[in-house]
């Protein structure tokens, strides 16, 4: 059984900083991928970033710039630093991993609210 624990939403007033973390554990053969989508109220899952084995990142142009997403293998544990928050950055964000066999995990998802 594989588990996924994500922290570090939290309601943060625009311009200021967040960090999350993504915790992975349990019968996970070899991660590849980890990375990190996003949905708004009334909105589809959107892609936010990924960061790959050797340490590629892929980001959204909307969180270009302001996001950064980091790795920790030993860990099997993914980051996103989020910075210059705005409302618009509001959403229940999901990790996921990318296991090397193909299957996928999900997060159950962590708030982050952005006032105005």
């Known amino acids: 059984q594989v588990r996924l624990v994500e922290s570090g939403g939290a309601l943060v007033q625009a311009g200021g900083s967040l960090r999350l973390s993504c915790a992975a554990s349990?019968?996970?053969?070899?991660?590849?991928?980890m990375g990190w989508y996003r949905q708004a109220p009334g909105n589809e899952r959107e892609f936010v970033a990924l960061?790959?084995?050797?340490?590629?990142?892929n980001y959204a142009d909307s969180v270009k710039g302001r996001f950064t997403i980091s790795r920790d293998n030993a860990k099997s544990t993914v980051y996103l630093q989020m910075n210059s928050l705005k409302p618009e950055d509001t959403a229940v964000y999901y990790c996921?991993?990318?296991?090397?066999?193909?299957?996928?995990?999900w997060g159950q998802g962590t708030q982050v609210t952005v006032s105005s």
């Open positions: 960061i790959t084995t050797s340490g590629s990142t």
């Open positions: 349990g019968s996970i053969f070899r991660i590849n991928t």
């Open positions: 996921y991993v990318d296991e090397i066999l193909g299957s996928v995990y």
